[in-house]
């Protein structure tokens, strides 16, 4: 149990478009839902946190016009990166818990290239 | 006051041998700590968590010792495998909320 995914896997795009990227709760009700940022070799850097129907938390220094999130649903949210850059090509991971324990469940990440 | 620190940034040992990475933490509201697996190209995976009314958890070959006064845990791998050659993570959040990362540990396994 406790399956998070996400899609896609990883995606290339052109400098100034917009990327979206979907996180999933497969087996399980996510009321809160987490979005990491990871440069190779880093430890993951907390880019926000969503609660189901309600606005995300952004960390300080992520620019939320940049970075919308959306959590419309107990299984589902989403990262869209707005006018990308290159210095915006970075591997994004997301994470899930639900109401009850602390813990959090880890999707497989996305690799996004901004070219 | 956040902050987990994690040392070694990286370890080798033998097949067969142990594994041990350690970390070290401020915010004494912590009362959950999780380490997590990271694969390159992967997201983290769950590997054992801790609360600090217990001072020693194990599932498997993976052991959390954890020591409340000192503001210390650390995890032990026994009969390290070249499987278990991965990045490690230990982490820690108060509440239910965010966690807190430590910057995590290269382990390679040489057979």
């Known amino acids: 149990g406790a399956v998070v995914s996400q899609h896609p896997s990883r995606v290339i795009c052109k400098s100034g478009t917009s990327v979206k990227i979907e996180c999933r709760s497969l087996?399980?009700?996510?009321?809160?839902m987490f979005w990491y940022r990871q440069f190779p070799k880093q430890s993951l850097m907390l880019m926000a946190t969503?609660?189901?129907?309600?606005?995300?938390?952004?960390e300080q220094g992520v620019e939320k016009d940049k970075f919308l999130i959306n959590h419309a649903s107990l299984t589902l949210s989403t990262l869209t990166v707005t006018s990308a850059h290159p210095e915006d090509s970075s591997f994004y991971i997301c994470?899930?818990?639900?109401?009850?324990?602390?813990?959090?469940?880890f999707g497989p990440g996305t690799r996004l290239t901004v070219l | 006051q956040q902050q987990v620190k994690q040392s070694p940034q990286s370890l080798i040992v033998q097949k067969g041998g142990i594994s041990i990475i350690n970390c070290a933490y401020e915010?004494?509201?912590?009362?959950?700590f999780p380490w997590y697996q990271q694969f390159p190209g992967k997201g983290p995976a769950l590997l054992i968590a801790?609360?600090?009314?217990?001072s020693e958890k194990k599932e498997g070959r993976f052991t959390i010792s954890f020591n409340k006064s000192a503001k210390q845990f650390s995890l032990h791998i026994m009969d390290s495998q070249p499987g278990d050659s991965a990045t490690y993570f230990c982490?820690?959040?108060?509440?239910?909320?965010?966690?807190?990362f430590g910057g995590g540990t290269r382990v390679l396994v040489k057979p």
């Open positions: 994470s899930a818990k639900d109401r009850g324990p602390d813990t959090q469940y």
């Open positions: 087996d399980f009700q996510a009321t809160t």
């Open positions: 969503s609660n189901e129907g309600s606005k995300a938390t952004y």
């Open positions: 915010n004494t509201a912590f009362d959950y």
């Open positions: 801790i609360r600090p009314d217990v």
């Open positions: 982490a820690a959040t108060a509440a239910g909320n965010k966690l807190t």
